[in-house]
């Protein structure tokens, strides 16, 4: 049963193998070379992103993804409409199968890796046209122009190929940075876009209304110079009307979403430098030694990343079922208001399963309705709004433990492979035999908790982000990934500058 489940995957292979793909380079890549395809698909990332698709009537445009754009690594309305959306969800389908052993793949086997990325190119191709085809015809609208030169049906199909084209150089351009570069290109556009919304969303001078002119009911959007038109502008009066209410917690914003950004950044940061460190010395070589670092987030911030993304499918199908002139009529599903109930022109779950599961924006969204449910735009009870804080809070640690324990599993981070890397390496763990299942043993006392708890930790991180807020409407997620990215990318550049200078830590590190 085990080899027709593997066979399948190899069957499949020759057909995802004519995709177009990147090449594993033959010899080592040396670091300059590296920065610069980094720094190249950087370039691409931001050019692609503003590129805006042929024949799109903005004025008619809905985002799905609002409320998840600066995690999905994505522009509305350009080539990047579904950002890291497709890969993301690939790689979670992949990651169930391969992790849960209904497709038994040894993604130690070079063969067998091989394959599963070779099957993951395919499948992304085919999220690329789940998410597309759907948004096309529900919310991305072509100009009476392009439709009436093509036909509806035909501007559509334009439409959805050019969507597809953007999202697939995506997908290269994160194995150019994988293969020829440093770290992920996934986590670098994330970090690319988060930090692009941190910086106007602090620093934009441009009035909340663009074209209207600054007044306090129109003050500047960035936090700093918002707070500074309201010092320079407001009288005593005024401030103690509505001048703190505005500068706290008004959107958009608010000074409190800027020291909530400050506080994960400096939490993160800590996190990221706590760890347990293991001593280990050369089995044959006497005094060479050195610590296998475990952190205690040990698996990043993936985990993070595919939970949101989940969220954000579940968001997708919530409203397309609710409102789609097709999905709306499907028995049960469609048109439930139980599922997820959607206000006309929003994309944002107003009630229902998916407004419990969708990210709050920031205190206003929740804290301020519990104490006041009279407060403007607000329709639920302060019980519900209490339980969507739960409910919401629960999914993304519960959630991220899960993926957390997948993500591990799947990429050669638990303790039977690091074992297998220690001792590949000519190392062993001081004062116990060098013997693979002693290593895995006392490897199995610490990475299977630490696993559970780093996705915890990011989860909940994540979810108190998210209830403070953040600026630019990063979202907390953004912010949290933005910072572990960061780290995470700078520990890389040490680290293959390391393997730059030694051959032997470059053996070790699997350089």
Known sequence: MAEETKSLFYKIKPLSDRLPSVEQPEGHVHFRTKILWVAAALIVYFFLSNVYIYGLDQTKTLDLFAQYRTIMAGSSGSLLQLGIGPIVTASIVMQLLVGSKIVKLNLTKKEDKDCYHSVLRLLVIFMVFFEAIPQVFGYLMPSDQFASRFTLNGARTLIILQIAIGSYFVFLMDEVITKWGIGSGISL???????????????????????????????????????????????????????????????????????????????????????????????????????????????????????????????????????????????????NSMIGYFEDGSTSAAGGLAW????????????????????????????????????????????????????????NMNSKAVASQIQRSGMQISGFRSDIRVIEQILERYIPTVTALSGAIVGALAAFADLIGTTGSASGTGVLLTVGILIRFYETIGREQMMEMNPMVREFLGG
């Open 189 to 335: 556009f994330i970090a690319a876009g988060v930090a692009e919304s941190l910086f106007t969303g602090t620093l934009n001078w441009n009035p909340v209304l663009p074209n209207t002119e600054v007044s306090l009911d129109n003050p500047p959007a960035g936090t700093i110079p918002k707070v500074i038109y309201f010092l320079i502008t407001c009288s005593p009066a005024q401030f103690s009307d509505y001048g703190y209410q505005e500068i706290l917690i008004g959107q958009p914003n608010p000074l409190i979403a800027l020291v909530g950004t400050i506080c994960i950044f400096l939490v993160v940061a800590y996190l990221e430098s706590v760890r347990i460190e293991l001593p280990i010395s050369h089995g044959s070589a006497r005094g060479v030694r050195g610590r296998y670092p475990i952190k205690l987030i040990y698996a990043s911030n993936i985990p993070v990343i595919l939970m949101s993304a989940l969220l954000a499918n579940i968001s997708m199908l919530a409203l397309l079922f609710y409102n789609n002139d097709i999905l709306s009529k499907v028995p049960f599903l469609g048109h």
């Open 356 to 411: 419990y599961l969708s990210a709050p924006s920031g205190v206003m969204s929740w804290l301020v309705p519990i104490f006041n449910p009279a407060v403007e735009g607000n329709i639920h009870s302060p019980l519900m709004n209490i339980m969507r804080v739960i409910i919401y809070t629960s999914v993304m640690i519960l959630g991220s433990v899960l993926f957390a324990k997948f993500w591990v599993n799947t990429t």
